[in-house]
């Protein structure tokens, strides 16, 4: 019976989890579950996030089964079931295909050392065409418009979302339809990674509504 619960139950059974475990300690409802289970936070409390031990206990099922010495078990076809919301043996696919494609290719370097240089050749009497490079979410548009908080409650640009939450600044461009939310706070310097979670747990919603809407958001 264990093995038949989708992972809707276990995502609503770990919302009820973390619903008094944030009451238990204190912390604000907005706080997310990357701020309460997290491993590189500051809280780093000693429990795991319920879905993912679901979704590793789901894993290691399939590859034992799978990967079984027993002829008869790896040929059975047995399914994984997860519910409809996440299929466990597409994840496993997804990161086998992740996986040949590094061994193929090798690891990227993302920086600019090391990378390719290609030449471009130029015709006799012709001039080497200049490229612009776009750097930054600013170059994304040449029309932007932007509110700030200056001591008076920032009314959020109905045309973008209907809220009551205001942000310190608010830049955005119509055409393309983009929008930047930006908040300031001033925590101590240990809380940081704590001011951010909360921050980003305010506006989660606010920042969903937008890209609903058609908005490219950044917060």
Known sequence: MVNEIPISAVEKLEQAISKHLRRWLGLPPSFT????????????????????????????????????????ISGAGIEVRTGRKWSVSLTVEQAKSSLKHQDIVGTTNKGREDSPQLISFVRQGEKKPTKTMCIGILQESENWDMLVDLGEKLKFPEEVAHTTLWPNIVLWSRSPKLVVLVELTEPWEER????????????????????????????
Request: glycine share 8%; proline share 1%; with cysteine.
């Open 33 to 72: 579950n990357i701020g309460l289970y997290g491993k590189s936070t500051k809280l780093q409390m000693p429990i795991s996030s319920l879905v993912e031990e679901y979704k590793i206990a789901k894993t290691r099922l399939l590859l034992t089964l799978r990967d079984s010495s027993d002829g008869k």
């Open 192 to 219: 940081c990674e704590e001011a951010y979670e909360l921050k980003k747990g305010k506006y989660q919603d606010l920042v969903d509504t937008c890209k609903e809407r058609g908005w490219k958001t950044w917060l």
